[in-house]
C-alpha cells in the first residue's frame, strides 16, 4: 500500500470503494456474507436472475442443493427442498421463464422483411379498471 503520511490533511481510505487502485491489487471478486437482511428477498432475486437467463424450475433447485454457491445454498439448507421448491415456484409463476429459439436458414432474408417475434398472450387480470 502506498504511503500516505506526507499528506496527512487528505483523507485516503485503504480499503473499499475510496480506496485507491495499485498495481499490486488482486483482480478478482470475492462475495462475503453480512449479516441481516431479507434471505427469502434475495432468493427470489437470484430466482428471477436464473429464470431470465433461461433455467427452468428443477435448474435453478440445482443451484440451491450445490453448496459451491454460497449465495443460495444457505436458503437450500434452511428451508429444504421443499422449501426452495416451493418458493421456486412461487417466483416462476410470477415471472416465467425467458426463452429463445433461433433458426437459422441457409438463404438470406431480403432486405425489406422484418423478423416477427412472438410473446404469448398477457392476463389482464392484474389491471384495475
Known sequence: MV?????P????AAHG???QAEPTDPMSLVGTSVPGGDVEFLARCFIEEYAAMGYD???ILA?????QYVAVYPVFRA???DGVRRLINDVLAECGVFRASVSISEEPLPQS????IELPPVSNEDEQP
Open 63 to 67: 443451484l440451491f442443493c450445490e453448496p
Open 9 to 12: 490533511d487528505e483523507l485516503v
Open 79 to 81: 428451508k429444504g427442498e
Open 57 to 59: 424450475g428443477e435448474q
Open 17 to 19: 470503494s475510496a480506496k
Open 3 to 7: 504511503d500516505h503520511t506526507d499528506r
Open 113 to 116: 422483411e422484418l423478423a416477427q
